[in-house]
């Protein structure tokens, strides 16, 4: 093998279709993003990381109201973050919603 050996590499053009969709999907999701819980929180991420299907069952069941978002708001956190604990593979409320929302993310990228 030489010196000036010649490779040919190929598919530079789909991965500039992929990297263009990428960036127009980035461009929609630019800004503050609001998001409902159905939404961050879909089947899937519940079945992985809960043993409920929904995100509403999940609070009710742990005795929590999030009838309103002001009931939502008046939840203890620490309360929150015992039950999250105790019925998740998180440790934390905070920790559930981070993950929530780098899985949604990324769905939304189209990765």
Sequence with gaps: ???NSNYKVTGFKDMSKKLNTLSKNADKMSGEQSVDFDTLFPLS???THTDKNEIYSFFTDGGFDVS???S???IDDDELDVYVKE???FSTWHDMKVTAAEEYTLKMLGL
């Design 45 to 47: 991420f519940m079945e």
């Design 1 to 3: 093998m030489s010196k």
């Design 72 to 74: 939502f708001e008046k």
């Design 68 to 70: 309103s978002t002001e």
């Design 87 to 89: 019925n998740t593979d």
